[in-house]
């Protein structure tokens, strides 16, 4: 089945800097890649999602990019401000038997943004 | 605006009780979910529904059960807690049309104690 391995699993940025997340996933026929965002005690929230007949999917300051043949991909946030603060959680999926198949989840990276 | 609503946002309970968590969603969703949150694990599928009376095994359904009598509402059923199940418990739907991306709607969460 499908892995999802994600690093680093904590990140500290002064505000305005890039951050960059990174994932890896070891199911060749997967094709759906979202990035969930969770606030402190809230429920993860989509924020951004890239399907493998694309290699990069920009919505303002924050963008995802896919390399299949490496069966990585990353979000990268520019700017970063004090309420991009959150946990983010990469996830891969594939259509199977025309649906999509249950998200498999990385195990999350907690971002910190000092001001 | 879509929502989904976990009836408890904390509940302690004592070993061998047994645990009802409900989950409601006002989005007419075919699909809901039990996920499993805990620090650097990450998101992990206890149980799913795409009906009705339907149901599937997730990752990690030992110990756990589920119902869906309504379209709306999904318990996840703890027979006899165990310490071991001391956990965040996210409950999501999402659509289930063919062609959908399988956006993942959260709920805010219910966190478990078990003594």
């Known amino acids: 089945g499908e892995n999802v391995e994600q690093h680093p699993s904590t990140l500290s940025v002064q505000e305005g800097d890039s951050a960059v997340i990174k994932c890896t996933y070891s199911d060749s026929a997967s094709n759906y890649f979202p990035w969930y965002k969770q606030e402190l005690g809230k429920g993860p929230q989509l924020i951004i999602d890239?399907?493998?007949?694309?290699g990069e999917k920009k919505d303002q300051r924050i963008a995802v990019t896919l390399n299949k043949t490496a069966k990585h991909f990353s979000l990268h946030i520019t700017e970063t401000q004090p309420e991009d603060s959150a946990v983010y959680f990469c996830?891969?999926?594939?259509?199977?038997?025309?649906?999509?198949?249950?998200?498999?989840f990385g195990k999350g990276t907690k971002l910190s943004v000092k001001p | 605006d879509v929502k989904v609503t976990q009836s408890s946002r904390y509940l302690v309970k004592r070993t061998g009780e047994k645990v009802f968590l409900e989950c409601v969603q006002d989005m007419d969703h075919e699909n809901m979910f039990w996920y499993r949150q805990d620090p650097g694990l990450g998101l992990r599928l206890i149980y799913f529904s795409y009906d009705v009376k339907m149901k599937e095994k997730g990752d990690i359904p030992e110990g756990y059960s589920v119902s869906r009598e309504k379209k709306e509402r999904f318990s996840l059923i703890l027979e006899s807690a165990s310490t071991n199940q001391t956990s965040m418990y996210l409950c999501?739907?999402?659509?289930?049309?063919?062609?959908?991306?399988?956006?993942?709607?959260f709920g805010e969460g219910s966190r478990l104690t078990v003594l």
């Open positions: 996830a891969a999926s594939r259509f199977y038997g025309g649906s999509q198949g249950n998200l498999i």
């Open positions: 890239i399907r493998s007949n694309v």
């Open positions: 999501a739907s999402s659509l289930s049309h063919s062609g959908n991306t399988g956006e993942l709607f």
